[in-house]
């Protein structure tokens, strides 16, 4: 088991609705990165979050956004839920980089998102 | 570029036996290698990563075999167990990315008793 939580678990919506989706990063991790996991397939990169500020994005539209607080906790917003937003939204905490540790991310369990 | 290809897509194996997983990559950025293993209803758990400058990397019964020239790695499991069904994934990243993982599409172990 890896210091990640995420909340919530499980959550339904319907199209057009917003949602947000919370993580608390592992002890002494500075960096937080979202990924999306469609039902089958591989993980997939949303964008990063270091000292507060986005520090890479992956092909999502901007209807995905974030927040990192000064706890290194995180946020993830989806606007205006798609159908093919459904999916499992893993967060991942890692080291700063000049810790030399950036590379070696560490997942919570997930949120699994349903979109009807 | 960034993508990475996984295979095979499924694989059932029995008790005691090897598996064997391959993935290749195409970006020669990339610069470090893990695989993790993810049991259904649960995040992703690292399990063993490789930098290209190692051909090979053991951690108990799991080895990475990297082959820098072909731009493969593949994950060894020896003395396979039941308890190791769950599904892989080879990632890749390089520091220019923000360290994205780029994940291949999973291979699903059955380890039969």
């Known amino acids: 088991e890896t210091g990640v939580t995420q909340s919530p678990t499980h959550l339904i919506k319907t199209r057009g609705q917003q949602v947000t989706l919370r993580c608390s990063s592992q002890s002494g991790h500075n960096t937080v990165s979202w990924y999306q996991q469609a039902l089958g397939q591989g993980p997939q990169f949303i964008f990063q979050y270091y000292r507060e500020e986005e520090n890479g994005r992956g092909n999502f539209p901007p209807r995905f956004s974030g927040l990192q607080f000064p706890n290194y906790s995180s946020e993830l917003n989806v606007n205006a839920l798609e159908l093919d937003d459904s999916a499992l939204y893993l967060c991942a905490s890692s080291r700063g980089e000049l810790a030399g540790g950036r590379e070696t991310q560490y997942f919570g369990p997930g949120t699994r998102l349903l979109v009807l | 570029q960034q993508q990475v290809k996984q295979s095979p897509q499924s694989l059932i194996v029995q008790k005691g036996g090897i598996s064997i997983i391959n993935c290749a990559y195409e970006n020669t950025a990339f610069d470090y290698f893990p695989w993790y293993q993810q049991f259904p209803g649960k995040g992703p758990a690292l399990l063993i990563a490789i930098r290209p400058d190692v051909s090979e990397k053991k951690e108990g019964r799991f080895t990475i075999s990297f082959n820098k020239s072909a731009k493969q790695f593949s994950l060894h499991i020896m003395d396979s167990q039941p308890g190791d069904s769950a599904t892989y994934f080879c990632?890749?990243?390089?520091?220019?990315?923000?360290?994205?993982?780029?994940f291949g599409s999973g291979t699903q172990l059955t380890v039969l008793p």
């Open positions: 990632a890749a990243t390089f520091s220019g990315s923000a360290r994205q993982l780029t």
